[in-house]
């Protein structure tokens, strides 16, 4: 979980070095450091949240997965 928290929140502080370097403005000016944890926050945000859907859809794809063993085996009883 926080290695895809940390990942985002890189992403975001290198977007937006990208952003000054498009923009050639300097990296370590007093206003464009503020910029820096806040896309980092909104980067770690986005990973926090796309953690919690990743747990959420592997919950149904395991619960869908068991109801499907359970079918097959009622379908190979009465085969049987």
């Known amino acids: 979980m926080v290695?895809?928290?940390l990942f985002w929140a890189g992403f975001g502080v290198l977007t937006r070095a990208w952003q000054?370097?498009?923009?050639m403005r300097p990296f370590l000016d007093r206003k464009a450091m503020l910029g820096f944890p806040i896309f980092g926050a909104v980067?770690?945000?986005?990973?926090?949240?796309?953690?919690?859907?990743?747990e959420?859809?592997?919950?149904?794809?395991?619960?869908?997965?068991?109801?499907?063993?359970?079918?097959?085996?009622?379908?190979?009883?009465?085969?049987?």
């Open 3 to 5: 290695n895809r928290i």
């Open 20 to 23: 000054l370097g498009i923009e």
């Open 43 to 54: 980067g770690a945000s986005f990973g926090y949240w796309l953690q919690d859907v990743d």
């Open 56 to 80: 959420k859809q592997s919950a149904v794809l395991a619960e869908r997965k068991q109801l499907l063993l359970e079918k097959r085996a009622r379908r190979a009883q009465r085969e049987a």
